[in-house]
């Protein structure tokens, strides 16, 4: 078997990640959470790190040996890194900062790379200039195997999910589409991003300049793997209600999210309260992103919160109104 075809395989789909029903005051409305926390990398990056060396390989890009580059940070480069080593490839990520040996070291126990730059945006000419492959995990958003496989476990009415290179609401939209079924896709958005701007004026190439501080959603532009015309509804979502809700998911699930599963939930508990408001049943899903550890030292803590300036008080007060707690909760 050639390497192409090896690597093909292992770059086939795994296992799907679990539904898990999440109890809300509204009769006749079901809120399901896609749990992408049950990635082998623990993330939905990991699916969008598939898509892209899957991409690469087909287009000849990547071949066997071949340097893998990338700019990014987080859980894109653990994705990444993962799917490097398991395809025996040299992987080198550029991440925005100063040398940390804490954000360096899951990518490194993978085997890959991390060079830090500085400032923060030098990272994609940077990256640009290292010899090998460069993923371009924005300009090259691929579509991944997300819709097909949650469109096998249920048919909803409205998905929600964040919105970081724009591949997620893409492949759900076109998918959507294509098959013609009945379900309408909302992109929730947190402070700073110009999704929600660049999609309410029709404005493809909107910047706000301005960072989001919920990782691994929102941009400062609107990034060309966003496709507005696939999406039927973009809810902004404040940076405290994404805390509060993350912090929500965690007592009724236990799982500890990071912030950008905060606000899809927010934005998804949203839409739950206009079907309700109009009488409407059916089944929303909300995408959880990831869940680690890590995030209790930020979005679950009160300090870090402080810091941040995000009180997430009033937002928790209103999520007990709306979501009706298993036994145990808070």
């Given at each position: 078997?050639?390497?192409?075809?090896?690597?093909?395989?292992?770059?086939?789909?795994?296992?799907?990640?679990?539904?898990?029903?999440?109890?809300?005051?509204?009769?006749?409305?079901?809120?399901l959470l896609k749990d992408e926390s049950a990635q082998p990398t623990g993330s939905l990056r990991h699916r969008h790190a598939r898509a892209?060396?899957?991409?690469?390989?087909?287009?000849?890009?990547?071949?066997?040996?071949?340097?893998?580059?990338?700019?990014?940070?987080?859980?894109?480069?653990?994705?990444?890194?993962?799917?490097?080593?398991?395809?025996?490839?040299?992987?080198?990520?550029?991440?925005?900062?100063?040398?940390?040996?804490?954000?360096?070291?899951?990518?490194?126990?993978?085997?890959?790379?991390?060079?830090?730059?500085?400032?923060?945006?030098?990272?994609?000419?940077?990256?640009?200039?290292?010899?090998?492959?460069?993923?371009?995990?924005?300009?090259?958003?691929?579509?991944?195997?997300?819709?097909?496989?949650?469109?096998?476990?249920?048919?909803?009415?409205?998905?929600?999910?964040?919105?970081?290179?724009?591949?997620?609401?893409?492949?759900?939209?076109?998918?959507?589409?294509?098959?013609?079924?009945?379900?309408?896709?909302?992109?929730?958005?947190?402070?700073?991003?110009?999704?929600?701007?660049?999609?309410?004026?029709?404005?493809?190439?909107?910047?706000?300049?301005?960072?989001?501080?919920?990782?691994?959603?929102?941009?400062?532009?609107?990034?060309?793997?966003?496709?507005?015309?696939?999406?039927?509804?973009?809810?902004?979502?404040?940076?405290?209600?994404?805390?509060?809700?993350?912090?929500?998911?965690?007592?009724?699930?236990?799982?500890?999210?990071?912030?950008?599963?905060?606000?899809?939930?927010?934005?998804?508990?949203?839409?739950?309260?206009?079907?309700?408001?109009?009488?409407?049943?059916?089944?929303?899903?909300?995408?959880?992103?990831?869940?680690?550890?890590?995030?209790?030292?930020?979005?679950?803590?009160?300090?870090w919160a402080a810091a941040k300036g995000l009180d997430a008080g009033p937002y928790a007060d209103e999520l007990r109104r709306r979501v009706?707690?298993?036994?145990?909760?808070e």
């Amino acid at each position: 078997m050639s390497w192409n075809a090896r690597a093909l395989d292992v770059l086939a789909a795994g296992e799907p990640t679990p539904l898990i029903d999440f109890p809300v005051q509204a009769p006749g409305i079901r809120l399901l959470l896609k749990d992408e926390s049950a990635q082998p990398t623990g993330s939905l990056r990991h699916r969008h790190a598939r898509a892209l060396f899957r991409q690469a390989v087909l287009d000849g890009l990547v071949t066997e040996g071949t340097t893998v580059v990338e700019a990014t940070g987080g859980n894109a480069a653990v994705a990444q890194a993962w799917f490097a080593r398991r395809l025996g490839l040299p992987y080198i990520v550029v991440m925005p900062g100063e040398r940390s040996r804490a954000r360096a070291r899951a990518v490194e126990e993978l085997g890959g790379e991390c060079r830090f730059v500085t400032p923060p945006l030098a990272i994609y000419d940077a990256a640009r200039g290292i010899p090998g492959h460069f993923l371009d995990q924005f300009g090259r958003a691929a579509e991944h195997d997300l819709a097909e496989e949650l469109f096998a476990q249920v048919r909803p009415d409205w998905v929600v999910t964040g919105a970081g290179t724009g591949a997620t609401s893409a492949t759900l939209g076109r998918w959507v589409r294509d098959h013609d079924v009945p379900c309408r896709i909302a992109v929730a958005d947190p402070d700073n991003s110009a999704y929600f701007p660049g999609w309410t004026l029709d404005v493809s190439d909107y910047a706000t300049g301005m960072p989001s501080r919920i990782e691994g959603i929102g941009r400062p532009r609107v990034e060309p793997g966003f496709r507005p015309d696939l999406v039927d509804l973009v809810i902004p979502v404040p940076d405290a209600a994404s805390v509060a809700a993350a912090r929500h998911l965690r007592a009724v699930t236990g799982l500890a999210v990071g912030g950008s599963s905060g606000t899809a939930l927010w934005a998804a508990l949203e839409l739950v309260e206009r079907m309700r408001a109009r009488g409407e049943s059916g089944t929303v899903v909300s995408l959880v992103g990831d869940a680690a550890d890590r995030h209790l030292a930020t979005y679950h803590d009160e300090a870090w919160a402080a810091a941040k300036g995000l009180d997430a008080g009033p937002y928790a007060d209103e999520l007990r109104r709306r979501v009706a707690l298993r036994p145990g909760g808070e």
